[in-house]
């Protein structure tokens, strides 16, 4: 096996040994393939080329101390995945499929999962794509499922340090009742612009604002928003928000802290109240926020003025990631452990 430096890994790509493959074609799926291909050959007129049929889910991997390999919420990316495809018209992925799937490449490339205590994960990444030929605007008739891992590194390279993010009221991720509660390529792409205006700027993310009225808080970019105010955790809810599987295990940890929870809408002004902030999800955990710079409205809003995360935040940080790794008890069936 190649010589991997774990602790220097980036959020990136590298080539692994297998993913798992299945068809859908004549109305069922078809048993799962395993293949060390890396290529997907497909017709030109696939859906997925054409009208965005394509949606994805991330989920990880973790090596505890004991030697054991432990995957985080799968049946949550598994459902949320099927609520993806009703979205745009695609065939669900049966839910206990997706699981053989998900433990089969972790079995398959289980020496890529990175030590304990490297900082480093294994990251799963599902596809699910239309692949069958269409002209006109239509679902496509056949289907495929693919999914592969790779090591990972943090995906915001200071990792859990408090980074600054930005408020750009001339760009929306998605539009109210279109498909920002979905996890759909198109979504990712509508932030592309915004988000290198942000990085060349200096900043980690663009924080967006609802697209009907931008007057509250919707996401962070690629991750869910989180404030912290008089031990109280707040997150925003709006019907353009990706429900987050880190962000929904934050509030339960947060109310076994002993805080209050509350998932309502922020409006932007609230920012000025807020002890602590961050940003949650698969790939970042929580990127704590150290201020947020409003560019429209030439106010700025300071959470860490020391350049560390705030008390509440490295709780739920480390207790989450406790979880993960197998150190603390999984009370809530959270953890599927290969054997």
């Not at 049966?94 to 999962?113: G, H, I, Q, S």
């Not at 990175?114 to 294994?122: H, K």
């Not at 792409?189 to 700027?201: M, N, P, R, T």
């Amino acid at each position: 096996m190649e010589n991997i430096n774990w602790s220097e890994l980036s959020f990136g790509y590298m080539k692994t040994d297998y993913n798992v493959r299945s068809y859908y074609k004549d109305g069922k799926w078809s048993d799962l393939e395993v293949t060390d291909s890396t290529q997907i050959t497909m017709h030109m007129a696939a859906t997925c080329l054409h009208y965005g049929q394509e949606s994805f889910e991330g989920l990880k991997a973790f090596k505890g101390k004991d030697g054991k390999v432990r995957i985080f919420r799968m049946r949550e990316n598994a459902l949320r995945m099927q609520s993806s495809a009703r979205g745009i018209m695609m065939a669900e992925f049966p839910t206990e499929l997706f699981e053989k799937a998900v433990v089969e490449v972790v079995k398959r490339n289980e020496r890529f999962v990175p030590p304990y205590e490297s900082g480093a994960s294994l990251y799963i990444r599902p596809l699910l794509i239309g692949t069958g030929a269409e002209v006109g605007v239509k679902p496509a008739k056949e289907y495929l499922f693919v999914i592969f891992v790779t090591p990972v590194g943090p995906y915001f390279k200071e990792g859990f340090k408090p980074t600054p993010y930005v408020i750009m009221r001339g760009f929306d991720r998605a539009a109210p009742h279109g498909t920002g509660t979905i996890k759909v390529g198109g979504n990712y792409a509508a932030s592309l612009v915004a988000g290198e205006i942000a990085h060349q700027k200096g900043y980690s993310a663009v924080l967006y604002l609802d697209a009907k009225e931008k007057k509250f808080i919707d996401e962070c970019g690629p991750a869910n928003f989180f404030g912290i105010r008089d031990n109280t955790y707040i997150t925003p809810e709006s019907s353009s928000i990706l429900p987050s599987i880190t962000n929904k295990s934050l509030m339960v940890l947060a109310e076994e802290l002993g805080m209050k929870v509350e998932r309502r809408p922020i409006p932007v002004e609230e920012l000025n109240t807020f002890e602590e902030a961050g940003a949650c999800g698969t790939a970042a955990v929580i990127s704590p926020v150290s201020r947020i710079d409003d560019l429209d409205e030439n106010k700025s809003y300071v959470f860490s003025k020391d350049g560390e995360p705030g008390p509440m935040s490295v709780k739920l940080y480390e207790k989450l990631r406790a979880i993960q790794y197998g150190d603390e008890e999984d009370k809530y069936g959270w953890i599927t452990v290969v054997g």
